[in-house]
């Protein structure tokens, strides 16, 4: 019941995609005009004005500067104009149909192939998609993320060649969206490589590690550990004091989006912030612009966390009472999203400011799972038609 009450929603809201869509779009620019942590424009002007790169030299590296750059030395654009965006958008929108037909492919043991059309029109419904339609780096960090999980796929079948180059070639596009990016790619292949050699070569330990007790066990040891290496590794220590200091900024506590943040010396420093930025916004009504977009992105998160536990329930499920070996990879890409989860919002937590700046970084790994979620979507639905 719950499956076709699930798949007549997501049919009623695929439909409506492109309405949505331009309603994400004109409140994406009305809160822009209120908030500029949500503002992106910076990575068009920059092509434009290079005194932009003397106060943020990161906007005029990567790979989006050079492709907004050599689209305006092609076309012969001198300043910013309409034609200039569209064709942006234009060369943006085939980059991501491009991978999202590269990786259609991937896992189709357990889940329908569905065409990248379609996908790509699912994720116009949510509003993190802005971000990742933008030409600006997020564009570039979701098809870095498209590529890591097709090598999952590739790990999987043992085919280990075609898994490294995989994941080579992503940590080369995530190095080039941002400087720091290419670390959680790293260390979330590093930690699914080891999870498959030391728990998938056993269906009882994959039934064991993969049970939510489990799951819940081992996210607490992580968060527990985690919290103590910050105040020994010296890199970090020395970054949470620089953040910190960096916080009492004006330009970060003027935000009406800043986090309420702990001393760097409190023990639960780490685990706050890791709370901050993997749950927050909630709905938040220090004005009406706030008030629009914490709750708009809060309704997405809440979906994404519902989708998700309904996805992992049933896959498990299937796996357990049948023991179908279709399902292991179910249930491992699962749990290289839940480890993926776990490493980027780590990464990202200890330097966010603000919950704005957090839903842009967040960005590329929702979409990710917007787009397991409409395969899985689309597996039920096959189902229930047949």
């Known amino acids: 019941m719950i499956y076709r009450l699930w798949f007549s929603i997501q049919k009623i809201a695929h439909y409506y995609a492109p309405i949505i869509f331009f309603t994400n779009i004109l409140l994406f620019i009305f809160v822009s005009s209120f908030l500029t942590v949500t503002d992106n424009s910076s990575y ?11 106060y943020q030299s990161s906007l005029c590296k990567g790979w989006a500067y050079t492709l907004n750059y050599s689209l305006a030395k092609v076309f012969l654009f001198e300043k910013i104009s309409f034609w200039y965006y569209l064709i942006q958008y234009a060369v943006y929108t085939l980059l991501l149909l491009t991978v999202l037909y590269s990786i259609r492919k991937a896992f189709n043991n357990s889940f329908t192939v569905t065409p990248p059309f379609n996908t790509f029109r699912f994720l116009l419904l ?27 796929h590739f790990l999987s079948k043992k085919n280990l060649f075609i898994s490294f180059l995989l994941f080579f070639i992503s940590c080369i596009i995530s190095n080039g969206s941002h400087e720091l990016f290419v670390w959680p790619i790293i260390l979330s292949y590093a930690v699914s490589l080891s999870l498959y050699f030391l728990i998938f070569s056993s269906l ?47 330009v970060n506590t003027l935000s009406t989006t800043s986090y309420l943040r702990l001393s760097p010396n409190n023990p639960f420093y780490f685990a706050f912030a890791l709370f901050n930025f993997s749950f927050l916004p909630f709905p938040t009504f220090s004005s009406f612009p706030v008030a629009i977009f914490s709750t708009v992105y809060f309704v997405e998160f809440i979906y994404c ?11 498990r499920f299937r796996f ?6 279709e399902q292991k990879n179910a249930i491992f890409l699962f749990l290289c999203l839940f480890i993926t989860f776990l490493v980027i919002s780590t990464y990202w937590s200890i330097g966010t400011l603000n919950w704005g700046t957090a839903i842009r970084h967040k ?7 917007h787009v397991l979620n409409f395969r899985y979507f689309r597996t039920i639905s096959h189902s229930i038609i047949k």
């Open 305 to 315: 966390a519902i989708s998700s536990w309904i996805f992992y329930n049933d896959v």
């Open 320 to 325: 357990c009472s049948l023991f179908d070996s």
């Open 363 to 369: 960005a590329p790994f929702i979409c990710l799972i």
């Open 44 to 54: 068009v002007e920059s092509v434009f004005d290079s005194d932009i790169c003397i």
């Open 204 to 250: 009882s330990r994959i039934k064991f590690f993969s049970s939510v007790k489990s799951v819940l066990i081992l996210t607490c040891i992580f968060v527990f550990v985690t919290s103590l290496l910050i105040f020994v590794v010296p890199y970090v220590a020395d970054a949470l004091l620089f953040y910190d200091s960096h916080a009492l900024d004006d």
């Open 126 to 152: 949510f509003p993190s998609f802005i971000y990742i339609f933008q030409p600006g780096k997020e564009s570039f960090q979701f098809i870095a993320l498209c590529i890591l999980f097709y090598s999952f």
